[in-house]
């Protein structure tokens, strides 16, 4: 899947079949399900999943929870508008 077709997938009702968990969580994300995103990210026990559980938690607004993710993904502390990071991170799951 390319960007154009994953964003074009987010008028659909559901994920596409065959989505990584982590690009499912950005799926959820970006139509307004937050806590479905959040579970999925959690789930993933390694650097990628804490960085998309990271944006998650600057989505909600918990900036302290975030750094903590951030600093387990290995990332700075994202100050980038939230779209951004969005799709920063969806291309580099791609």
């Known amino acids: 899947m390319d960007m154009e077709s994953f964003k074009a997938s987010l008028e659909a009702g559901e994920p596409p079949a065959g989505l990584s968990p982590l690009l499912e969580a950005?799926?959820?994300d970006a139509n307004g399900e937050w806590d479905k995103a959040h579970?999925?990210?959690q789930?993933?026990?390694n650097e990628?999943?804490?960085w998309v559980h990271a944006y998650l938690h600057r989505v909600e607004g918990d900036e302290s929870n975030a750094g903590y993710w951030y600093r387990r993904?290995?990332?700075p502390h994202c100050a980038a508008p939230l779209r951004?990071?969005?799709e920063e991170i969806a291309a580099a799951l791609m």
């Open 26 to 28: 950005l799926w959820h």
């Open 39 to 41: 579970r999925l990210a």
């Open 43 to 45: 789930d993933q026990d």
């Open 48 to 50: 990628t999943g804490a």
């Open 73 to 75: 993904a290995g990332k």
């Open 84 to 86: 951004q990071e969005w």
